[in-house]
């Protein structure tokens, strides 16, 4: 099933303000987020780590199912699988996220996973390219 969100007022070239593309982009997290605790309830796939995932850009929000079945995911549905994983057996994990303005008067995010030692980037360990979200200096 495809589920589709249409967001005329937030994100690109909409006139809207950061703080309701934050918002809009919390709630959508949060909500990939609860997806993905749900299915792990019932499921016990590999770890993000060792599920052959790779970094690759979409504009799909991806569950993990469809994610390891896509093969490839960017910082949006790799966080949420993470932040599930590391929630399922009691580890304190959320989102976070990061916005620049880009040149069409939008606004591009990367979203990481902080945790109590500090941020953790899967794209990155994922293999995100070094210079693809460079302008994002938190998260390693």
């Known amino acids: 099933m495809r589920i589709t969100f249409d967001m005329p007022h937030v994100f690109e070239g909409t006139g809207s303000t950061p703080v309701q593309n ?62 599930a994983e590391r929630r399922k057996v009691g580890q304190i994990a959320n989102p976070v996220f990061r916005f620049r303005n880009n040149p069409s008067g939008g606004q591009d995010y990367h979203i990481l996973v902080q945790t109590p030692r500090g941020f953790e980037d899967p794209s990155k360990v994922l293999g995100m390219g070094a210079d693809e979200n460079s302008y994002f200096q938190h998260g390693r």
Do not use: F, M
């Not at 993990?64 to 549905?77: E, F, N, T, V, W």
């Open 22 to 83: 934050a918002r809009a982009l919390k709630t959508l997290l949060d909500c990939l987020i609860e997806l993905n605790v749900a299915y792990l309830v019932d499921h016990s796939p590999a770890p993000l780590y060792r599920a052959g995932v790779v970094y690759g850009r979409t504009q799909v929000w991806d569950t993990i199912p469809a994610l390891y079945q896509r093969g490839y995911g960017d910082c949006k549905s790799l966080t949420a699988a993470l932040v």
